[in-house]
């Protein structure tokens, strides 16, 4: 339909909630530090403490585990680098601001889902018994498969490492307790669930002191210095307590009936990660011959917007290593998008992405006949 769009990249971002929207409206109004002891500082430090008490409810914490920072790059930086431990060991389909924190990290492999490897987790800890800290996402951005991130803990503990776990995309889609995980610490971003962009947390667990990155000022309990952004913050809490779990029932709904409708018209686009448990909003989704950028571009003249693979190389598209971790054939690899679906998506928007994909599969078997001719 034209003038119509269908929004079908929320794993990038998420769109703002109302109730983060006059969150951040209403902590824009107000001119108090946080830290102040007057009045206005007063009324400044109950937002932000509201906020903290949201976020940490949200994944079972309680609201003085939760050190908030810029996004969920700063979180993950300064659970790898602030825990203070000799070995770092990442899973080799994480973030790239995981891989990227510590770039000479031992890496974990994964199967053929995408899904680590607790053996290879096991006999890389028995190894070397210096102090460690593993680091395993929840839910991977690319693919949307859920990682066994509490057998991976168990094992981390039981070597005596510390456990990181990137929940960034697995939050407020699927049931997340961060304590019966096994996490001693727990990245979060804001604007996945619908806050602001620019403001995430690391929640901290018992066990996981951390040295601070940022160093001058007592804030954030001396664990992150710098005057908090109180109103990314207070939209961070407001989307937090917003979050409904039940929606993504749904959600999980549309987007198996989307991928019986691909199956069904065509057997010959494989859908990454299937194999494994997944993130009810998230598809990674091959068409062979037709390269992602290709269709990421042809989506877009059509009004839907996905992606490929992650979104975080200012627009740039590059060669995944998540898919490459799995073992993904090249050719599969080239042509897979991600299709990953919200709160707000609907049959409407479901259809008209089957109606850009349809055509645009349509186009290249018409052109491999000509080919072939």
């Known amino acids: 339909m034209k003038g119509c769009e269908t929004y079908l990249d929320w794993n990038a971002t998420a769109p703002l909630k109302v109730e983060a929207r006059a969150a951040v409206s209403e902590a824009l ?13 007063r009324a400044s430090r109950r937002l932000l403490e509201d906020a903290r008490a949201s976020v940490a409810k949200l994944v079972g914490a309680a609201p003085q585990s939760v050190i908030f ?6 979180a993950n930086h300064l659970a790898l680098l ?42 890389l800890l028995s190894q070397d018994a210096r102090a460690a800290l593993v680091s395993v996402m929840l839910a991977n951005n690319e693919t949307g498969v859920l990682e066994p991130a509490e057998e991976a803990a168990a094992i981390a503990h039981r070597h005596g490492a510390l456990f990181h776990c990137d929940a960034v995309q697995a939050a407020g889609k699927i049931l997340l307790d961060s304590a019966a995980i096994g996490a001693d610490f727990l990245s979060l971003s804001a604007h996945k669930i619908g806050g602001p962009m620019g403001v995430g947390a690391l929640v901290v667990g018992e066990e996981g002191a951390i040295a601070p990155l940022l160093r001058g ?15 990314g913050i207070t939209g961070f809490g407001a989307a937090a307590a917003a979050s409904d779990l039940g929606a993504y029932e749904r959600i999980r709904a549309l987007r198996e009936g989307l991928e019986r409708e691909l199956a069904a018209r065509a057997p010959d ?34 009004g839907v917007m996905v992606s490929a693979g992650a979104a975080c ?27 990953s679906l919200g709160w707000s998506t609907g049959e409407d928007d479901i259809g008209r992405f089957l109606d850009a994909w349809t055509a645009l599969h349509r186009r290249k078997r018409a052109r491999q006949g000509r080919l072939a001719a």
Not at 101 to 120: F, M, N, S, T
Request: aromatic content about 0%.
């Open 69 to 74: 920072t810029s996004g969920g790059t700063e």
């Open 29 to 41: 109004c107000l001119c108090g530090n946080p830290s102040s002891v007057h009045r206005r500082g």
């Open 82 to 123: 602030g825990a203070g431990r000799e070995r770092i060991l990442v899973s080799a389909v994480e973030h790239s601001s995981v891989l990227g924190a510590v770039p000479g990290a031992e890496r974990i492999p994964v199967d053929r889902d995408g899904r680590v490897r607790l053996e290879a987790l096991d006999a």
């Open 269 to 302: 686009c494989p859908v990454v990660g299937a194999g494994a448990p997944r993130l009810p909003n998230t598809l990674a989704l091959a068409m062979p011959g037709v390269p992602a950028e290709t269709q990421v571009i042809a989506f877009d003249l059509e």
């Open 313 to 339: 190389s200012s627009g740039k598209i590059e060669k995944s290593h998540v898919l490459e971790a799995m073992g993904v054939p090249a050719e599969i690899a080239r042509s897979t998008i991600r299709v």
């Open 217 to 231: 000022g007592g804030q954030e309990r001396r664990r992150r210095a710098g005057t908090e952004n109180l109103p």
